[in-house]
């Protein structure tokens, strides 16, 4: 009714990586004929592929191409990075509040756009976000951090059929791991037993944002980037109960 398209609905954390628009939707045929592509803003040139389309290697591209922007200090991975959570925010904007974004967030200008800003950020002010100092070892994970699920990794249920005989069958019934994003870069989160139940009954899911305190960062020692960690490195996230119950039981010991 307000103009949220339809590949815009279908939009999830995902697939946003692999989300390509139709370039001809936005700037016509006349723009495709020419066979130079499209001009954006901050002067980068997006040139769609044979099919009209233009996805994460494009963008690539056109931020290469960005004034401004030294294409030796980025990487394919990390465009691709941050063309996934812009994607899916923009179209979560669009889907959450149809009628203040429809049709206004979702579209090449301001993708380009958002990748040029975490450009400036990120590699020109060198500032990182919650995730990335965490992960590199220049913060603490238990600081108060404000997280989104972007995905179910393990859900209870698999967990306490792969983990048997390696745990307890109570913990491995209860058991389940996310993946939590700050919007720049995502971690493997290890729930415990009570936010687990808030999962498999939906009460937590992906969209849902998550306020932690008190986290340990799990997994090998040495720092390193979010895009090359390890699949063992994960934050263990526990509930304000389960920290109030073992507060409660080292004052008494």
């Known amino acids: 009714m307000y103009g949220v398209s339809k ?35 901050d002067g980068g040139w997006l040139v769609p592929s044979d ?36 994607i899916w925010k923009l179209a979560a904007m669009e889907f959450a509040f149809p009628k203040e ?12 756009l958002q990748l040029k800003h975490r450009y400036d950020i990120e590699i020109d002010r060198s500032r990182r976000s919650a995730i990335k100092k965490i992960m590199e070892r220049d913060d ?19 967990l306490s059929e792969t983990h048997s005989g390696k745990t307890s069958g109570a913990e491995a019934s209860k058991a ?3 993946e939590l994003t700050d919007g720049w870069y995502a971690i493997r989160a290890q729930l415990d037993p009570p936010l687990s139940a808030l999962l498999q009954t939906g009460r937590l899911g992906i969209g849902q944002k998550v ?43």
């Open 176 to 178: 389940a791991v996310v």
């Open 51 to 86: 099919d009209g389309k233009a996805g994460k290697e494009e963008f690539y591209r056109a931020l290469c191409d960005t004034p401004g922007v030294d294409p030796k200090l980025i990487s394919r991975v990390w465009v691709y990075n941050h063309y996934r959570w812009i």
């Open 140 to 158: 603490t994970a238990a600081k108060t951090l404000v997280l989104c699920v972007s995905e179910v990794i393990l859900s209870s249920t698999h």
């Open 211 to 253: 306020v932690t305190h008190g986290a340990e960062l799990l997994g090998p020692p040495e720092a390193c980037s979010p895009l090359e960690a390890s699949e063992t490195l994960m934050l263990k996230v526990r509930s304000l109960n389960a920290r109030a119950r073992e507060n409660a039981s080292r004052q008494l010991s």
């Open 7 to 41: 590949h815009c609905v279908k939009i999830n954390s995902k697939n946003a990586e692999s989300f390509q628009f139709h370039v001809q939707d936005y700037f016509g045929k006349e723009s495709l004929r020419a066979g130079k592509g499209i001009q954006l803003a």
């Open 101 to 112: 974004f429809a049709s206004r967030c979702l579209n090449p200008e301001t993708v380009l």
